[in-house]
């Protein structure tokens, strides 16, 4: 089993759909593709061969990789891989027909949608449910469910921008507890040609992990482990469906912290996916840093978004080094203050929160220093945390935004 390294919040080691087992298989004569860079190198010189016109659909064919991923200039892309040979040499089926089911290879960083070839899925309920049959001995029958509770919270949220329809549900959800288990998985629906939607810890508010092909649903829920502590290289491998918070929780015991501060549920399999559309991350290698030895919060109100977008600017024009530094709009914090999510009344106007750590003595500077700022761009009120409990008071009012939107 392989493993493509991707820089996403720290190095993902990433199990892409459909690498499984012919990726490295070899056809013919054709040496393995044993990385991501011969597999750019030789998709290059196919591009540049006269004799491969893939467009043409006909110029040359046939031997291909089925199915592997092209490394492009920024990411990876699931393809069947065709290496251009000569025609006339027996194998003159034309490329156009089977790229009806696959699209061609290419090294750009970007392919127009009207080049795409949509792939052919078969959610059929016989396929689906011999498929069911083969994830049982995988994976163990009460690993998979089909209760309605658990289809409807694997389809959407109610704080989802995305509404899901009735034809945006799973089949069916699966439980697997190792990257051994979701290889054998991805396996089976590359064979079966279903579509995977993979889920980590369902807080997605732009839809993620809504199932818009009706195929299954990879639950990473029990690959949740933290697997090692690399203390002095300051850095950590851990599962994807392990949650930031438990995470720092752990990482306290060595004095260190994953910086990444979203929202509350968040897992690490949704801070370092692909969106649902490369591939399923069974581990990931994240950078940490040393807990920081004091930090603060600091509020400043001002009339209009862009005066708080313009002390943003000029605050990252400084040598400052913010934590952390987020926006509510007036409408948001109008609502924080209808729902009583914090202990204080908050000016209803844009409102920047920022986040510093460091020395004591850093730490003031920085504050001083971005007071500063504030008003000279009509900043209405600025405020700053005494204590360790008055900071986490006003960096909670960022934290229940949601839930004061929802209410």
Request: hydrophobic share 40%; with cysteine.
């Amino acid at each position: 089993m392989s493993f493509f390294e991707s820089e996403a919040s720290g190095r993902a080691h990433v199990l892409y759909a459909g690498i499984v087992a012919a990726l490295f298989a070899t056809v013919a004569d054709e040496a393995p593709i044993d990385n991501p860079g011969s597999l750019r190198k030789r998709s290059s010189a196919l591009s540049t061969t006269q004799d491969a016109k893939i467009s043409s659909g006909v110029q040359s064919v046939v031997r291909y990789y089925e199915p592997v991923i092209g490394a492009t200039s920024t990411g990876y892309l699931i393809a069947r891989t065709y290496v251009g040979k000569e025609s006339g040499k027996g194998h003159e089926a034309p490329l156009q027909s089977a790229m009806q089911s696959a699209a061609v290879l290419t090294v750009a960083s970007t392919l127009p949608l009207s080049q795409v070839v949509l792939p052919a899925h078969d959610i059929s309920i016989a396929n689906l449910e011999a498929a069911r049959k083969e994830f049982a001995a995988i994976i163990g029958k009460d690993h998979i469910s089909d209760r309605m509770d658990e289809i409807d919270r694997h389809t959407g949220s109610e704080w989802s921008s995305h509404t899901t329809t009735a034809t945006e549900s799973p089949a069916f959800i699966l439980f697997p507890e190792s990257t051994e288990e979701v290889s054998q998985v991805v396996k089976i629906c590359n064979g079966r040609r279903i579509p995977i939607v993979a889920f980590s810890g369902g807080t997605s508010l732009e839809g993620h992990f809504a199932n818009t092909r009706k195929g299954i649903c990879i639950d990473f829920s029990r690959v949740n482990k933290v697997l090692k502590v690399h203390k002095d290289d300051l850095n950590v491998v851990v599962q994807p469906g392990l949650g930031y918070e438990e995470l720092n929780g752990l990482l306290a015991q060595d004095n260190l912290f994953f910086p990444p501060d979203p929202g509350p549920g968040a897992t690490i399999g949704g801070m370092v996916g692909s969106q649902g559309t490369l591939g399923l991350v069974t581990e990931a290698v994240l950078k940490v840093t040393v807990n920081p030895i004091h930090e603060t919060i600091t509020i400043a109100a001002f009339p209009s978004i862009r005066a708080a977008a313009n002390t943003v600017a000029n605050v990252v024009n400084t040598w400052l080094k913010v934590a952390a530094v987020e926006i509510l709009d007036e409408v948001n914090m109008k609502l924080i203050n209808d729902s009583g999510g914090t202990s204080r009344e908050w000016i209803e106007t844009p409102t920047l929160f920022f986040k510093f750590n460091g020395s004591p003595a850093s730490v003031q500077e920085q504050i001083s220093i971005v007071e500063k700022l504030a008003k000279t761009i009509q900043c209405l009120r600025f405020d700053f945390a005494a204590d360790e409990e008055e900071a986490n008071d006003l960096w909670g009012c960022r934290k229940t935004a949601l839930w004061a939107t929802m209410a």
